[in-house]
């Protein structure tokens, strides 16, 4: 004990030793981005976001009596494969729905379970609309683009089937359309269901209460809010039917999102529209899918929709601020953080033991933080804060290296390698047709 004391207070005596400019020197990494992003920005932004909420209160309830008045037809539609055994449960959620003027279309894309069977018997007592099944697998967009040909909705709304969704989501996500004509598609606010089941599900519910709740409530308020979840988001049909639909690939709900953009709508995220998904429960399981979304950067963002850069007469800047944004904090500082661990490797080795213990310092104190103070804007809270607590620690491992040494294999892979033309989440034909036509 007295060793590990003495350990404390040489660690603090180095912190008054060196000074602030030195501090800035070593931690540049932290203050400089991650702080001054994921914290400083946050807040800020939140606060106007909320100050905004209760000036235009009049608008949101103004907007909301004239989707009432009315009653837009909403087509949902759930593609999927082998997801009978969560087909109930979703139609019993979207049965308790406060808005009620909708056609659920559900696509069995190729299932070998009981799946048919389900929905047609779901289908005679009235519960499922229309049920497609294609005999053979062709992948998820082609299963949203063959529900799409027989949707008459005026919105449409992607569901996964996995999910559940609060009694008033739909009329919450559809909303926002009638607060601005320029919207052309709304993101839900997903949430995780089984945070409960394991470490891995306990960790990605604060992922998803923090980078994804937060964060792209802030990122539709700067106006670079760039995926809607394809658990739970809502587009407008003309729109939807003027860009084709979806295209194939990991990543299509950011590339939808990113067509939308292209064509000059606004893109807006709905926190108060509450989805719950069950995410993957072991760190295998959840390292296959984060592969698979990260591989979407190199293949979408700097390869199929690289014309956001370049100046043209549908050049937008806040698509080019979105763009650079997330490329930024999601690859180029990727890459800059091995730098910056060379660099203290390199130039601080007799310190680096305090260097990284005051690292974990700084992580989990801004964690902690963001957690106390982000949970005040949230009017959804789906973990209890006192269950976070115990872990807040441990997403330093998760998001400092787990995720990002995850992140640095995905893009490896497939900026050498183009390896998501090869993941098996679509069938082989649609990924071979579409490197051929370089989508």
């Known amino acids: 004990m007295d060793v590990f004391g003495a350990e404390i207070q040489e660690f603090f005596h180095y912190l008054r030793s060196v000074g602030f400019s030195k501090l800035l020197r070593v931690f540049w990494f932290f203050f400089f981005f991650e702080f ?17 909420r209760k000036r235009n209160r009049n608008n949101y309830e103004d907007a909301k009596r004239r989707m009432w008045l009315e009653l837009p037809l909403v087509s949902i539609v759930v593609p999927g494969k082998n997801e009978g055994k969560h087909i109930y449960k979703l139609t019993t959620s979207l049965k308790e729905q406060t808005y009620k003027n909708f056609e659920l279309i559900i696509v069995d894309d190729g299932s070998d379970d009981d799946t048919e069977i389900i929905c047609k018997s779901l289908k005679k007592n009235g519960l499922i609309d229309y049920f497609i099944r294609n005999e053979v697998r062709g992948g998820k967009a082609s299963g949203a683009n063959t529900a799409l040909r027989i949707a008459r909705g005026k919105y449409v709304v992607h569901l996964d089937a996995d999910c559940s969704y609060d009694f008033d989501a739909i009329e919450n996500i559809i909303i926002p359309f009638y607060e ?13 269901r089984n945070y409960k089941e394991s470490l891995a599900t306990t960790l990605q519910s604060f992922e998803y209460t923090d ?14 809010y760039r995926v809607v979840s394809g658990a739970f ?7 939807l039917q003027r860009v084709q639909g979806w295209d194939i690939g990991p990543g299509l709900d950011g590339d939808i999102t990113v067509k939308f953009r292209k064509l000059g709508y606004k893109i807006k995220f709905e926190d108060r529209a509450v989805c719950q998904t069950n995410v993957p429960n072991s760190f295998r399981k ?39 944004e997330n490329i930024t904090y999601t690859l180029v500082l990727n890459i800059k953080w091995y730098i910056y661990a060379s660099d203290m490797i390199y130039n601080f080795a007799s310190v680096l033991p305090f260097i990284i213990v005051m690292n974990f310092f700084l992580y989990t104190t801004t964690n902690m933080f963001k957690l106390l103070v982000f949970n005040i804007f949230r ?17 330093v491992f998760y998001h400092g290296y787990y995720l990002r040494i995850v992140r640095t294999i995905a893009y490896i892979k497939e900026f050498f390698f183009k390896q998501s033309y090869k993941d098996p989440w679509n069938p082989e034909k649609t990924s071979i047709k579409a490197l051929e036509i370089g989508i």
């Open 36 to 52: 001054f992003r994921y914290v400083i920005v946050d807040l800020i932004s939140l606060v106007f976001i909320m100050w905004d």
């Open 233 to 239: 988001g809502a587009f407008r049909m003309d729109i």
């Open 379 to 395: 009017e959804r809270k789906n973990t209890p804060f006192s269950y976070f607590v115990l872990y807040v620690p441990l997403m």
């Open 211 to 224: 980078a994804i709740s937060i964060g792209r409530m802030v990122a539709s308020y700067l106006g670079i």
């Open 286 to 324: 959840l390292t296959k899918q984060r592969l698979r979304w990260d591989k979407s950067l190199i293949r979408f963002r700097l390869r199929k929709h690289s014309d956001v850069f370049f100046p043209s007469q549908n050049f937008s800047l806040t698509n080019f601020i979105s763009f650079i």
């Open 180 to 192: 601005s004509p320029d919207v052309g598609a709304v993101g839900g606010n997903v949430m995780v």
